[in-house]
Every structure is written in C-alpha cells, then in structure tokens.
C-alpha cells in the first residue's frame, strides 16, 4: 500500500454517526435519514446489536452510538490541523446555537456567552501575561545583581533598590550604584575593599554564581519541560501555522520556562528574556481556551487566540502594544481574520496597563529604554544610518548562517547529548570572559539603557567624559567637545566587548535553555551604534567647514549629532538583520524608546538592513530554524518561480510500484477495510466508485473509520466478512455507473445478513485538483485554505495525492536545483 508520509491524526469529525441498517430493514426507513444540524456530532454513544434478529438498538433516544472510547483529542501530535473542516465545524456549531435562541432564554444567555467568550478568553490572557511578565522582570532584576552581591538588610532587593533611600549615594564610572546598604562579597566575607584579594574574590562568586543559575536553568529544561528551551518563536510560528505539537504550551512549559529564562539570563550567558515571552503569553492562551470550549475544542479557533497572545507577549516584553500586534500580524500569524486584530489590540493592551501598574522597571514607565531627549537629527546623518543597516544586514547574514551551522553541528554530533555539559562550559566560559570588561560584566538591558542615553551636564562616567569648560548645570544644552580619555577608554572597552557578545551568542542561541535572540542583537547594534555615533560626532566638530557639516553643525554651542541616537538605530539594524523585520520592528523600537522624532532614521536602517540580508540568504533566523528543525511551515511570503505541475509533485509517482490506498463505494468487508488501516498511515482515505471507476465520490477520515472498527470489534458476534458501505442506498440513483452500482447492491443484499452504512460520514467535498494544474496554484491553495491534501485526477479519475508535506519538499528541492533533495520530517 502506499504511505502518503503523513502520521495518523485523529480529527473529530463534524458528520453523523454511522449507522447500521440490517437486510431485514425496510429501504424506506433507510431513505428517510438526512443529516440534520444535530448530525454535527462525535462519534459517543453505544450500539448493541440483537443476536437473534440482526436488527440495531441504541440505548439513547437520538439513536447515536455510546461507550466508545474517543481519544480526548481530535488530532495526534506532529500533525496539520484541517482548517477547512476546523472552520466549518464552528459554523455550524454556530449556527445550532441561533436556531435554539428562542427556545428558552439559557438558550439565548449561552448565544451571547459564545459571542463575548472570544474577548472574555483575550482579556484573561493579557492580565496573566502582564502579570508574569512583571513577576519575571522583578525576579530578574534581583537575581542578577546577586552576582556581585546581596543586600543584608532586605536581601529581596536589588542593588539599584537597596540605594534608593541610601544619604551616601554614589556613582562610578559606568554609572553603578554604591552604597553602605549593598555589600558585596568581599564585604560580607571580610573587609576587602580594595587590594587584589578583594577583586579575586569578587571574580569567583560571580563565576560561582553564574554556574550556579545556568546549571539550574538547564536541569530544570532538561527534567521537567523540554519545551521550555530556546525563544520558542519558530515553534509557535509552526503552531500558529496549523500544527500540532502536544506539551509545547502546557502547564509545565509554562512553569518551568518562566523560572529558567530568570536563571539563565541572571547567569549571564548572551541570551534575553524578551523573545521567549512570547512563547509564555502563548501558553497562557491555550490554557485559558480550554476554559470556551468554542475555542479549546476547535484547533482553527484556538489559533486566533493564540495569535492575540504572540501580540501580548511582545507588548509586556518592550511595553509596545501596537508593535506587537504587528509583529504577530507581520512575523507570527498564519491566519489573522478581521476580528482577531482587535483581540490582538485589546489583549496588548491590557497586557502593557498591568505591567505599567506594577512598575516592574521601578522608573514609573512601561519600557524598558526611555529616552528624554528629542534633539532634531541632521540630513547628512543618513548616511552613518544607512552604513549602520549596511553593518546590520551583513551581521544577520553571518549570525543566521554560523548560528545555523553550529546548531546542525550539535545536532548531528555527541555534543546534542551532553546538554548539561555544554551550558555548564557555555556558562563557565562567557563568565570568565564577561568579568574583566565592565561593559559585558552588567546586564545586557542595562547596557543598552546606557547606550541610548544622552550625556548630561552632571553626568561624570567615560561614556561622556569630554574636554568641556565648566558649564552651569542649569544650562539644557550640552556643547559639542573633543573626546577626553575616558571616552577614548570607553569606546575600545565597548569594541572589545562587542567583539566577545558577536562570539559567544553564535554558540549560546540554541543551547537547552530558555533563550531569546532580541536583546543581544538588540546589544549588539546598540554598541556598534554608539561607537560611530561618536566617531561621526567628533568628525562633524574636527571638520565644521566640510560640505556634509557646514550647514547643520555651524553652532558652536551646540551639538549637532547625538551619539545616543545612533545606539537607538544600530539596535533597530541590526535586530532587522536578524529577524527580517520591517514595520513591526520600527514600531516596536519608537515605542521601547518613546523616540516618535527618529522613525525616519529607523526605517532607514530597518529597511537597508533587511535587502541587504536579503542579498545573502532569505528570511531570517526563525525561518532558519524552522528549516533546520524539520517543520512543515509553509511561508506566506516565500515565492515560488518554476513551472512545474501537480503531476511531478504527487505521489505516487508513475514509475513507483506502489498505488494509492482508497475505499470503494459500494462495499468493502470489515477485514478489507481494517487490513488499510493497519498497512497505511493515511489520515484521511478517498472513497471512489469503484475498482474498475475511480471517481472520486467523496472521502472519510481515518479517525472515523477507527472508531467505526473499534465499535464493531466489540460485538464479537460480527464477522470479519461483513460489508462497509460508504454509502446511502438512496445515493445509487445518481451514481454514474448506476448498473454496476444495483449489481452490488444485490449481490451485498442478498449474501451478507448485515450492511454498515457510513455514508453519513463521508465528506462529500474533498479539494480535488487536476493533474495538469500549476504548482504556483496549487501552492497558493495550500496556503490560502490552510489545505492538509490534495486528491489529484486525470480526466476525472483517482490517480494520486499532495499533501502538505509533499508541497514543502517540492519548494525545497526545485529552490536547491536539487532533485535529491528531501524535506526533513
């Protein structure tokens, strides 16, 4: 038999229940069952069968079949949802509800329930993800600085907090926080407050510590949630795109990756927490749908919610709501009806409200990287913005493709099997590294903070020490001034540390971790920002007479370029050379900084970022990982140039040996038919007239057919011989081989003493495509209709099938201009 490669799913489906008519049953009786809307129900009650008559009794009024046992799900994991049939299902779920409101009035009340339930369900999953989100920052926060030391007095705070009400209040050069309050380690072993011992012992419990949080992280991840690894944004993109992976956004998930993505960011390993936030907000959906079964009964439905919550997960991430319906609507979302868009506003809304209530960031906003400058920006600076998308396309260039490499390699080597191992030595070595440099010693989101910011006129860190004359601290603007030393410092300090991030990110993403790709990009860009923002700001002060500066940088008392600006943009190129992202991104950015000013600049950027990533390899780094891991996610916005046919993609092909596993019409023997269903994998099987007509007359879902065997091996009286008709006996008069048809009508009726007829059960409208249609077309129905197959005919007869699958592998094959290429399942 032929295996279409597709793993048996279980789909609940919307017809009837079978129905069994024995030969002593009037035809009449069988002619004057129709499927009514109350068909539009599982398989769930009991047949028993009277041994002396043959004749069926139902032990409910209604007649359907009880004590069937039902798999609690209508799909096996690793399976493609059917979003046709998902979709039709609830249409007429719907539609029973409006034909029983006038019934009475609960019947009306539960009309409305399902009409408010969709924004009841968004509502509850934008307040439990700003909700943790909040907790995770906090939590974050805390654990991160106890590093370098603790509190003694309320060790729940931070090192930042414990100096709030500090009168000795003091800052170094990086602008760290020192007090009386907060001691470090040297300081709670003994009173080593300078000297080489107190640095070394520093150095350890900040490498103890480090291995202490990521070795936690990883046992965590690898005992209880496997899933909880990495971002999870590629695999939600894939859930999002109709498949099924059972446990990716359960309870435990859920659990385990919010407190691991606190270890591992606290252990200082080049990771972020804000990517996996989406996947959090997304386990938060579909544990909350389960509570609508209008949503949690239904794998098309569900998606829309989850769609909300990808929206909810990036607006508690950057406090940017409307980016993150963006970026679910431009990134994440396979279907995004209408009213899914303003779910998704709503639930990022409320969402960024409770994360601003709490005040997880302790400076009274929602973002992270509040800027409070809005300095105009000069015309020539397009250029530096543009060299920075430049700089930004060929770092995700290199990022997806070494990244990408070095996963494949663990994953085909022994490394993939010594996870503990590999993030122990990961953590081990990035703090090792990390310490010695102040600049990747702090927390990647503080450092970005810094970057951004504008220097003051009271500010004293190398970041802004310049060569200036004293000046009143009542003065708002800040003159242009030569580099002093500790600018000069700063900046081969921020090189080598970028230098270090660029290294050992390559290596962390894709560790078993929770671990997100944003931030470090987000890090990466802003250092490089900063750098030429510097450069070009004491170009345009040593060069005040060339042409690009003479005419916007003429005031002496005044500075034309804003170096912090330029971390805001390299952060937004070189994130969009990761990612791909375009409009999304930019919105995301404005709102994470409050900088409406720079949108120009940042489009800029964006834009030069992605065509010249573009240029090297297409899509970003999620579609990479999506690719490297297997999944059948069929892009959007992949195009397709050859010209080929259905006829060189479907299977089987005409030189293979094998044929298509189909049901025939008129009858098949219980023994015939359990005997397919043990040899093929097929998830659902075309129904044909007949051996000698294979006219496609409809097709039935294997999960049906299981149920259908499994009720009838329960009546051990029924023989293996009896027939399966897949057929009402009123549907021969329009067949079109009718005398064949009557002819084994008779022969069934006259030979066997019992007929099961399913024919309602058979899906009379299967997607049927003709040999000769383009694959352009055919790819387009797939992605259009969320289609899992395709039956494919010749002038009307059966003759093969696409599937999903197929589709994908074809793409990739005709896109490598290699015909032994595979799609790995």
């Not at 299902?89 to 719907?94: A, E, G, Y």
Request: charged share 15%.
């Amino acid at each position: 038999m032929f295996v279409t490669g597709e793993h048996p799913f279980l789909p609940v489906n919307p017809f009837a229940q079978p129905i069994i008519h024995s030969t002593t049953t009037s035809p009449t009786s069988n002619n004057s069952h129709y499927p009514q809307d109350e068909d539009m129900v599982d398989i769930t009650n009991d047949i028993t069968i009277n041994k002396h008559n043959g004749t069926s009794e139902t032990n409910k009024p209604n007649g359907l079949m009880s004590g069937v046992d039902i798999i609690s799900t209508h799909y096996d994991d690793f399976q493609t949802i059917d979003w046709l049939k998902d979709l039709m299902r609830d249409r007429f779920r719907h539609r029973m509800l409006r034909s029983k409101r006038r019934e009475s009035f609960l019947r009306k009340l539960l009309m409305y329930h399902d009409a408010w339930s969709g924004w009841l369900c968004v509502l509850l999953v934008g307040l439990s993800a700003g909700v943790i989100a909040a907790v995770i920052d906090i939590g974050t926060n805390w654990i991160i600085h106890l590093r370098n030391g603790i509190c003694l007095n309320a060790f729940w705070l931070n090192r930042e907090q414990c100096c709030w009400a500090s009168k000795k209040l003091n800052y170094d050069r990086f602008n760290t926080e020192e007090c009386g309050e907060w001691f470090t380690w040297p300081q709670v072993f003994g009173d080593y407050r300078t000297g080489a011992f107190e640095y070394i012992l520093s150095y350890f419990m900040f490498i103890l510590w480090s291995v202490i949080f990521a070795t936690f992280a990883v046992l965590l991840v690898k005992v209880f949630a496997p899933y909880a690894c990495g971002s999870g944004i590629p695999e939600i993109k894939t859930i999002l795109g109709g498949f099924i992976i059972r446990g990716y956004l359960g309870k435990w998930t859920l659990l385990i990756k919010s407190i691991g993505m606190m270890c591992a960011t606290s252990a200082g390993l080049i990771l972020g927490k804000e990517g996996p936030f989406v996947h959090i907000a997304c386990c938060c959906g579909n544990i909350f749908s389960y509570l609508f079964p209008k949503y949690g009964r239904n794998e098309a439905k569900k998606r829309e919610i989850l769609s909300a919550a990808a929206a909810a997960g990036v607006s508690v991430a950057f406090g940017a709501p409307i980016g993150g319906v963006l970026f679910s609507l431009e990134e994440i979302s396979y279907y995004f009806p209408y009213k899914t868009l303003w779910r998704s506003f709503f639930c990022a809304m409320v969402g960024a409200l409770v994360v601003r209530s709490i005040n997880p960031y302790g400076n009274g906003h929602d973002i992270q990287f509040s800027i409070d400058y809005s300095v105009p920006w000069a015309s020539f600076e397009l250029i530096p913005f543009i060299l920075l998308g430049i700089l930004g396309g060929l770092w995700g260039a290199f990022f997806i493709k070494t990244n990408v490499w070095w996963c494949r390699f663990r994953k085909n080597t022994r490394l993939g099997q010594y996870t503990i191992t590999e993030v122990v030595c990961l953590a081990l070595v990035t703090a090792i590294i990390c310490y010695p440099n102040p600049y990747t010693r702090m927390s990647m989101p503080e450092l970005i903070k810094r970057l951004v910011s504008q220097c003051k006129v009271e500010d004293s860190i190398d970041l802004c020490d310049y060569s200036r004359e004293p000046i009143s601290s009542a003065k708002i603007k800040v003159p242009a001034a030569l580099a002093g030393e500790g600018v000069h410092r700063a900046m081969w300090e921020l090189f080598f540390a970028l230098i270090v991030q660029i290294l050992l990110v390559t290596f962390t993403i894709g560790v078993k971790v929770p671990a997100g790709l944003i931030i470090p990009s987000m890090s990466i860009g802003a250092i490089t920002g900063r750098i030429i923002g510097v450069i070009t700001e004491q170009l345009a002060l040593q060069n005040p007479n060339f042409i690009l500066f003479k005419h916007e940088c003429n005031k002496a008392d005044e500075n034309c370029v804003t170096p912090g600006l330029y971390a805001i943009v390299g952060a937004c190129a070189f994130l969009g050379g990761v990612s791909k992202m375009t409009v999304s991104l930019v919105v995301i950015m404005f709102e994470l900084t409050g900088g409406l000013t720079y949108i120009v600049p940042l489009m800029a950027a964006a834009m030069t970022a992605k065509w010249i990533g573009d240029g090297f390899i297409r899509g970003g780094i999620y579609d990479a990982h999506i690719e490297l891991n297997g999944y059948p996610f069929l892009d959007n916005k992949e195009e397709f140039n050859f010209t080929t046919t259905a006829n060189d993609v479907m299977r089987p092909r005409p030189e293979q040996s094998s044929s298509l596993a189909y049901l025939t019409q008129n009858g098949m023997t219980f023994s015939e038919v359990d005997s397919i269903l043990k040899h093929t994998t097929h998830t659902s099987y075309p129904v044909v007239v007949s051996k000698d007509q294979p006219y496609i007359v409809g097709q039935i879902q294997r999960r049906d057919l299981q149920i259908l065997l499994k009720s009838q091996k329960t009546q051990h009286f029924i023989a293996s011989s009896y027939y399966i008709q897949f057929t009402a006996p009123s549907d021969s008069s329009t067949s079109p081989n009718l005398d064949s048809d009557l002819q084994d009508e008779q022969r069934l009726t006259t030979s066997q003493p019992e007929i099961i007829r399913v024919g309602n059960l058979l899906d009379q409208a299967p997607i049927i495509i003709t040999d000769q249609t383009p694959m352009e077309t055919v790819i387009d129905m797939f992605r259009k209709l969320g289609l899992r197959q395709a039956f494919i005919t010749h002038n009307g007869r059966l003759r093969g099938i696409i599937t999903k699958k197929d589709v994908l592998r074809h793409m990739q094959q005709m896109a490598s201009h290699s015909p032994d290429a595979f799609y790995d399942t």
